[in-house]
């Protein structure tokens, strides 16, 4: 078998967890690969409608500290990111108005109805619905995916795309190299951060599933919505700078189905223009579908598994764009041989084994 290059640590997956964490690992010297199943960041990642929702009461109490530490880190991070691409990826901190019943405690400051007319005028509440305010940040995942791998590639990772690692190849009790249908690439570390697709990769199965979430894109009215809007169960609202909004989304078990639905997506335009009667004329721009990775416990897989060298880094379900800077730092660390400085144990693999 021919070898004709070796790599300190190979990155298996492509989107934006996978690229982030190149990032890091090159910023600690180390020669990178990441070896991607089709073209890069154009999964998950760029599906994604961009909420930074840390503060989101549906997160399970065993992510918060990742969730907010992650959230905190997303200032800086945007700003390496946009200044090794010399790109710009929409990064807007302007909050959220959740929308919740009102047998549910609202978890971010409650908002009275002078006080959510001032915010957002255009808004038509649920005589029902209680507001509240909270402090997060949203971003545009297309642009960050973007631009992520153009920074990437500014430091120096190397990216290999276009066919799916299958095996992670075990040589003398440890990680040797990964192999795909066309070829082998060898390095001491290996991190699977292959999202919807990550159980597929031998020699070790791991319970992720792709949950399917569907999305519709409408130009909206200039200055029409400026915070993200999220009603409960129901429909979220993500404004861009540039005046598209995005309506969301679904939780389904369709398997790698990435088909949309017209019944679903006329049901999210319904619901939002229920919420902001300005979008009543807007235009529909595109619509589509994305396959988040999700666990048995909703919470992701960080960390070492039981085979030396190999890794993983995936299983974020909804929190994958917000999760990437606090995953790529936190395992940057462990793999270069520190101390994560986030408790890495409620992500192990080892508690799927039990």
């Known amino acids: 078998m021919e070898r004709v290059k070796n790599?300190?640590?190979?990155?298996?997956?492509?989107?934006?967890?996978?690229?982030?964490?190149?990032?890091?690992?090159?910023?600690?010297?180390?020669?990178?690969?990441?070896?991607?199943r089709g073209e890069p960041g154009h999964e998950a990642s760029r599906a994604?409608?961009?909420?930074?929702?840390?503060?989101?009461?549906?997160?399970?109490?065993?992510l918060r500290t990742l969730a907010e530490h992650s959230a905190r880190l997303y200032p800086e991070f945007v700003r390496e990111v946009e200044d090794e691409s010399g790109q710009r990826v929409d990064f807007r901190r302007d909050g959220t108005i959740l929308l919740s019943s009102a047998d549910i405690a609202p978890p971010g400051a409650p908002l009275g109805e002078e006080r959510w007319r001032k915010l957002e005028p255009g808004l038509a509440l649920p005589p029902e619905a209680r507001a509240c305010f909270l402090q997060e940040d949203s971003v545009d995942p297309k642009a960050l995916i973007g631009a992520s791998l153009?920074?990437?590639r500014h430091r120096g990772v190397e990216i290999a795309s276009g066919?799916?690692?299958?095996?992670?190849?075990?040589?003398?009790?440890?990680?040797?190299?990964?192999?795909?249908?066309?070829?082998?690439?060898?390095?001491?570390?290996?991190?699977?951060?292959?999202?919807?697709?990550?159980?597929?990769?031998?020699?070790?199965?791991?319970?992720?599933?792709?949950?399917?979430?569907?999305?519709?894109?409408?130009?909206?009215?200039?200055?029409v919505l400026r915070h993200v809007v999220r009603q409960e169960g129901v429909v979220y609202l993500v404004p861009r700078s540039d005046g598209r909004i995005l309506l969301g989304s679904t939780l389904e078990d369709a398997g790698f189905d990435k088909r949309t639905d017209a019944d679903t997506l006329h049901r999210l335009q319904h619901a939002a223009t229920s919420l902001l009667p300005a979008l009543g004329g807007a235009r529909i721009l595109d619509a589509w579908a994305g396959l988040r990775p999700g666990t048995p416990d909703d919470l992701p897989v960080l960390g070492a598994s039981p085979v030396p060298g190999y890794f993983f880094a995936t299983g974020h379900f909804m929190n994958g764009i917000l999760l990437a800077p606090a995953t790529a730092r936190v395992m940057a660390q462990l793999l270069s041989g520190a101390s994560p400085e986030v408790d890495l144990g409620p992500f192990s693999f080892a508690r799927f084994s039990v």
């Open 7 to 36: 790599w300190d640590a190979i990155v298996v997956g492509g989107g934006l967890i996978g690229i982030s964490l190149a990032r890091e690992l090159r910023k600690r010297e180390m020669r990178v690969l990441v070896v991607e």
């Open 48 to 62: 994604a409608a961009g909420m930074l929702a840390a503060a989101d009461p549906h997160t399970p109490a065993a």
């Open 150 to 152: 153009k920074a990437a």
């Open 163 to 223: 066919a799916a690692v299958t095996e992670v190849v075990v040589e003398g009790g440890r990680t040797a190299r990964v192999k795909t249908a066309r070829t082998h690439f060898a390095a001491s570390l290996v991190i699977n951060c292959a999202g919807a697709w990550a159980g597929q990769v031998l020699p070790l199965g791991l319970p992720t599933r792709p949950v399917k979430g569907q999305i519709l894109e409408m130009a909206a009215p200039h200055g």
